[in-house]
């Protein structure tokens, strides 16, 4: 209990620091290009209209019958799924990156994996009007449901936090780390159900191991994330219980284990960065 | 009022004899049982208390451990052993440029080295002109740091650190960059801000400074402390030193 005090204490001592680094991070990305914070919009757009046409023509047959509104149904995969990547990617180097600053001065670790997750964050809702522009483009019907999209946004946040908690400790003694996530976020976006609809993609064999998709997915947190976020703003409905469950476990959890770990090596991160 | 309290401190570093930074390196050479390491002591029992109101001096030699306490004292690094008890808030300046962003602006820096330090926006919006005004950057405020020469770099960092009244202000080295007017009028602030109740402590291989501005120091060798006492002594047996090896030399 009274770590979780000390906790919040520094928190609230240092959260101008927190918004001067995000703002900071805006600063630097945006620094020198034309268009801006657009492109926060513009990307996301760009690449659901490149991967709309992919799998309307090349691959038609891959994404399954039952999706009423593909561009819609795939942006959210696209956005979601770029938020867990951008967050736990750059959380993952935040310690590295942090080095010239906490070799110097005393700032609770913490605050840099939590602010790249944030800023990640921040990046996301910016891209939401890619997702509005699309909506309205295919005429999509706005459902009051989609204010509980909040949700699963907010739970995603935390189980990135956590993830990149263990992340940002694993990288500071093995750099080998960052090659191994860029690889294992690939093959993460095949299994999250981004442009497929998995309950129409029946039993796959893999290198001998014989696995029924729809059941296989449910293993993996971002399904149910991006399912969640899905059902409230695309099909108009209320979340399940099991949504509701599965992805507050799995943020609560994830967050839990990374502060733990986070937590017992931090002391040393100062002598091997 | 003791303000630092060091206790037996020791700071023990493992120097590895190779440095494994990849899963595959560390593995093999921890089923080889190769992983070695030298340990190494930066301090060894070091014990000092500063009182409310000290103007302390640390003196040694290159590689003598008076960065590595500051640090301990900072809290950058934890201790091996013993404790450290500080009271109040402490402005470290112990490297230059610490929290600063060389590719921000010198005004975009002001607020986040600011907010490093534990600063609200609103005060440094408050005491904006101050900082600007004693850092003589009115003109470069735009321009980003890595621009900057590290004269001007650390007097932006001085400026900044000085400007709340901290309760302890740890200064290494920071005046040596500096021209001579500049050091003149940081030596102004400290002594400014000492009678407004702050507790320094300063590192300066410069042993005229040490005499003219502390009263306490403590001398460290190689990671021990060699003579800890009122600056005068301390500070004649420490010129002895340099005696000894003008001699040696000749």
């Not at chain 2, 320094?200 to 120091?217: A, D, F, G, P, T």
């Amino acid at each position: 209990m009274a770590m979780w005090k000390a906790y919040c204490k520094d928190f609230w001592r240092y959260r101008y620091l927190l918004q001067n680094l995000i703002g900071r991070d805006f600063k630097l990305k945006y620094r020198r290009s034309v268009l801006g914070v657009l492109w926060s919009v513009l990307n996301p757009l760009l690449m659901n209209i490149v991967m709309v046409a992919v799998f309307s023509t090349l691959f038609a047959g891959m994404r399954g019958q039952g999706i009423s509104n593909f561009p819609v149904y795939l942006i959210i995969g696209q956005l979601l799924f770029t938020f867990f990547n951008d967050a736990t990617t750059s959380s993952m180097s935040s310690m590295l990156g942090a080095a010239p600053l906490i070799k110097k001065v005393y700032i609770p670790k913490y605050i840099f994996p939590l602010e790249k997750v944030c800023f990640s964050l921040v990046n996301c809702v910016f891209s939401f009007v890619a997702l509005i522009i699309v909506m309205l483009f295919t005429g999509a019907p706005l459902h009051p449901t989609a204010v509980l999209a909040i949700y699963p946004l907010l739970t995603l946040f935390v189980f990135s936090l956590g993830v990149g908690l263990v992340l940002a400790t694993l990288t500071v003694f093995f750099r080998d780390i960052m090659h191994l996530w860029s690889v294992f976020t690939t093959m993460l976006m095949y299994f999250s159900a981004i442009f497929y609809d998995p309950s129409q993609m029946g039993t796959f064999v893999v290198y001998g191991l014989s696995i029924n998709m729809s059941r296989f997915i449910k293993f993996n947190p971002l399904y149910w994330y991006i399912t969640a976020f899905r059902a409230a703003v695309l099909d108009g409905e209320v979340l399940s219980w099991n949504m509701v469950w599965i992805c507050g476990i799995c943020a609560v959890a994830t967050l839990m284990f990374g502060l733990f770990v986070f937590r017992k090596k931090q002391d040393k991160f100062v002598l091997h960065i | 009022m003791n303000m630092i309290e060091v206790n037996n401190v020791s700071m023990r570093f493992n120097m590895a004899k190779e440095k494994h930074e990849s899963l595959k390196e560390y593995f093999l050479a921890a089923v080889q049982g190769k992983l070695q390491f030298e340990e190494f002591y930066a301090l060894r029992d070091v014990s000092l208390t500063v009182e409310a109101g000290d103007f302390y001096g640390l003196v040694g030699l290159n590689g003598s451990g008076k960065s590595t306490l500051l640090k301990v004292i900072s809290g950058v690094f934890k201790p091996s052993a013993g404790s450290v008890t500080v009271r109040g808030t402490i402005a470290p300046l112990i490297e230059l440029g610490a929290g600063f962003d060389f590719d921000l602006t010198a005004r975009e820096n002001i607020f986040l080295n600011g907010t490093v330090l534990g600063m609200t926006p609103k005060y440094i919006r408050e005491k904006f002109d101050e900082i600007v005004e004693f850092s003589e950057l009115r003109n470069f405020l735009d321009i980003p740091l890595k621009n900057y020469s590290s004269g001007m770099v650390s007097r932006l960092a001085f400026a900044v650190a000085t400007i709340t009244k901290p309760d302890v202000l740890i200064a290494d080295e920071i005046l040596a960059v500096g021209d001579f007017l500049f050091q003149q009028k940081c030596e102004k602030r400290m002594q400014e801000l000492m009678s407004g109740g702050t507790t320094v402590i300063l590192v300066s291989h410069s042993i005229e400074q040490i005499e003219r501005m502390c009263n306490k120091v403590t001398w460290l060798e190689k990671g021990h402390v060699r003579m800890q006492g009122p600056c005068a002594e301390v500070c004649a047996a420490y010129k002895e030193l340099n005696g000894h090896a003008q001699e040696a030399q000749a």
